[in-house]
């Protein structure tokens, strides 16, 4: 996985809201897997922007819906940064 | 397919709340006694949660101008303010609008809400980008919806936070800073000078909801801006009719020379019926008493002391230290309590707002009380005398 590093750090990101301490796979989803509210996804873009020195527009996430797209969308932005 | 059931868990949520003799979602006011007591399920009742903050829905000059206006322009316009539906009396509300905030240009909008979804979404464009408080009004997260801009969050209040994000974005963009001057649950002012001093230094527009300190903030009432004499940093003003204005209706002020042409590409703005001619004369001779209102003003921000460091002493865990606006908020540790709480606190004859997320942040669950300038000071200590009764009743700890 070209984009592992992207995905540990994401996933350690995650660990303080991952209240059920699921095992978080690129697969797990937010709102059912995690079970987390959309405010509580909108604080970890926060975040994931922060941690990553990026801007992820609010728009972005109605097509996030596992972890793996959110590390895809992570490297898109950082591709093209 | 019923397209209802994904509403299931909303229904399941609300039948889990232990509610015998009242329900906050369907209260109904029977009979208004003043700007400050209503018949409530038969009971006589102290509104203490309706944002009438300036205690105008009775003023005296405002009934006068909205009846003549009733009996020389009729019920409704029944038409867009870009056909049939603006009347000379919009015209003078905006030019009272706009000589109140000494601005060049205003337009008046149907609803509050509506003033945040048109300004918005005209001026987030595709390619833009529109910077928002992450606990900003639903009208602003709808308006950046409804618009084609990338919408950047930061965390609520957190200037630090802000100019991380503008900082990463692009340079030669449309960009808009908005942010609100009192947020409306919490009662939490916004450090405006420096959010509004660091959204210019990065070249963005700036727009300040002034909904919630529009009457009571500033020398003159004209908000926060005011009060922190940085209104030349906002390009864009908008405020409400239906909190200190004690009607309903919104605006927009600018100085900018091209303000004008926001009346045409404003969908909110246009696809709508205009206010009827007797809420435009209510809203206009309001907002004349408001200018001349300084007493009314001191008075409020008395009550707001007096209630919020009566029920600091009595041990209620307050959202804010002091009290930074007329609403004054109060903390309860969990749905069932705050639940509880409200019901009994309505069966005493206090009247709040019970709010709960997600129109609260983080989860909170609120009693949030709304004070009144006409509200004198024994009902505010009637006020607290009832909410100490009924943390007793529900057997709500307090912190003594």
């Known amino acids: ?81 | 397919m019923d397209l209802l059931d994904k509403f299931d868990a909303t229904v399941a949520l609300r039948e889990s709340l232990p509610f015998e003799k009242a329900d906050p979602f369907s209260v109904v006011m029977d009979e208004l006694i003043s700007e400050t007591e209503a018949m409530i399920g038969g009971r006589r009742t102290i509104l203490a949660g309706t944002n009438n903050y300036m205690g105008m829905t009775f003023n005296d000059e405002a009934i006068e101008a909205a009846k003549k206006a009733l009996d020389d322009f009729g019920t409704g316009t029944t038409g867009s303010r870009v056909l049939n539906g603006t009347y000379g009396g919009h015209k003078a509300l905006e030019a009272t609008i706009a000589d109140f905030y000494g601005m060049e240009h205003c337009m008046v909008f149907s609803t509050g809400y509506q003033a945040n979804l048109g300004m918005i979404s005209a001026l987030g464009g595709k390619g833009d980008y529109v910077i928002i408080d992450a606990d900003s009004h639903a009208s602003i997260y709808d308006g950046c919806a409804m618009g084609n801009a990338s919408i950047v969050r930061f965390k609520h209040n957190n200037v630090e936070q802000m100019e991380r994000r503008l900082k990463r974005l692009p340079e030669d963009v449309g960009k808009l800073v908005v942010v609100e001057g009192m947020y409306s649950m919490l009662g939490d002012a916004a450090p405006l000078k420096e959010l509004l001093e660091v959204a210019k230094k990065y070249g963005c527009m700036t727009l300040v909801d002034e909904a919630h300190s529009m009457g009571f903030c500033g020398e003159n009432g004209r908000g926060i801006a005011e009060e922190l004499g940085v209104e030349h940093l906002a390009d864009f003003i908008v405020g409400t009719f239906s909190k200190s204005v004690g009607t309903v209706g919104g605006f927009a002020v600018s100085n900018h020379p091209k303000f004008d042409v926001l009346r045409f590409v404003s969908r909110p703005y246009i696809f709508t019926a205009s206010l009827p001619p007797s809420v435009v004369a209510s809203a206009t001779a309001s907002i004349n008493a408001i200018k001349r209102g300084g007493n009314r003003r001191a008075h409020l921000w008395e009550n707001a002391r007096q209630l919020h460091g009566g029920l600091k002493e009595a041990g209620f865990k307050m959202c804010t230290e002091t009290a930074e606006s007329p609403i004054i908020a109060v903390h309860l540790p969990d749905p069932m309590m705050g639940t509880r709480f409200w019901e009994q606190l309505l069966m005493e004859g206090v009247y709040v707002n019970m709010a709960a997320p997600p129109a609260t942040p983080a989860g909170m669950f609120l009693m949030r009380v709304s004070v009144c300038a006409q509200h004198t000071s024994e009902q505010v200590n009637e006020i607290i005398k009832r909410f100490r009764i009924t943390a007793q009743k529900v057997g709500l700890e307090l912190n003594i």
């Open chain 1, 1 to 81: 996985m070209a984009n592992a590093e992207t995905f540990e750090t994401i996933c350690s990101l995650i660990a303080p809201i991952n209240k059920k301490g699921i095992v978080v796979k690129p697969e797990t989803t937010f709102a059912v897997d995690l079970e987390l509210d959309s405010l509580t996804v909108m604080d970890l873009v926060a975040e994931i922007e922060d941690e990553f020195d990026i801007i992820m527009p609010l728009n972005l996430l109605p097509d996030l819906e596992t972890v793996q797209q959110v590390t895809d969308a992570v490297e898109k932005i950082l591709a093209e940064g």
